[in-house]
């Protein structure tokens, strides 16, 4: 036996096989599976089916989650637009059993004073600051100093009781302290309470029920019925989508709901 000095092994006086030899040879026990069929599936073939299936299930689902989004996104649009329509048609926000609402009427003086006289603006400020910081006076010097710094807020109190600010100031003791700071916050309350009162006789004025809108009366002045006008439109933008919120909300729950029914009877139909 003789062994050659090139691999791989030969025998006799064989020539040596080299690496370019052995391209395209095929061994006995690849040939032997090969004439088993063709029908037999490879390897290959295995993975890739296994592949597919993968692929469908994961693409179904997939188109599934997409189509449920878009028709929780499309009953949200449907939902915005009818509440938004039931808000704007069918409800008054300004009124409450016919009389102007509390909140609609403090805004509207609110935005009527910004272009008032400055002694409205000036007085309801500051009944206001005594208001709110009233109840932290611990003392008689701190409540005449609060009143004294704040005039307008102190007339109103005079005003009310018939007497000048110096006469009711000057009777305010350590010994009735309590007593005239709640006198005080009450009559400041009711100063605040005939502003609004006054303001809201004003949009009663102006509101035309069979139009459902505010109509300017002839001897209404341009400021009250602008900052009206004005402040009924942000009070009907805040219903508007309050209401369209809420719609939105129920119909893309209900439809998201509904699709997720439909999609599941489908499968079992098919199965």
Request: glycine share 6%; net charge positive; aromatic share 8%.
């Amino acid at each position: 036996m003789i062994y050659s000095n090139s691999f791989p092994l030969s025998y006799g006086n064989q020539k040596p096989l080299s690496y370019n030899d052995l391209e395209g040879y095929e061994s006995p026990q690849y040939n032997q599976v090969q004439q088993q069929g063709d029908n037999q599936p490879t390897v290959y073939e295995l993975q890739s089916s296994h592949n597919e299936v993968h692929n469908n299930y994961y693409n179904n689902n997939q188109g599934q989650k997409k189509s449920s989004s878009q028709a929780a996104f499309t009953g949200a649009g449907i939902g915005l637009l009818g509440g938004a329509i039931a808000g704007a048609c069918k409800k008054n926000p300004y009124m409450i059993n016919g009389i102007p609402s509390n909140t609609f009427a403090k805004h509207a003086y609110e935005r009527y004073l910004k272009h008032a006289p400055e002694v409205e603006r000036n007085g309801y400020a500051q009944c206001n600051e005594v208001l709110n910081t009233i109840d932290k006076m611990k003392n008689t010097d701190e409540l005449k100093t609060l009143l004294n710094n704040n005039p307008e807020a102190s007339k109103e109190v005079s005003t009310a009781l018939n007497k000048t600010t110096e006469e009711y100031i000057s009777g305010v003791s350590d010994t009735n302290l309590g007593a005239n700071k709640d006198m005080i916050k009450k009559k400041l309350g009711v100063a605040n309470e005939s502003r609004f009162q006054h303001m809201k006789n004003e949009i009663s004025r102006a509101w035309n029920g069979e139009k459902r809108i505010f109509v300017k009366p002839d001897n209404m002045d341009q400021n009250t019925f602008r900052a009206i006008k004005r402040t009924a439109a942000s009070v009907r933008a805040k219903f508007i989508a309050t209401y369209a919120a809420i719609a939105a909300v129920a119909a893309g729950i209900i439809t998201f709901a509904v699709h997720k029914i439909v999609t599941s009877r489908k499968q079992h139909t098919h199965q």
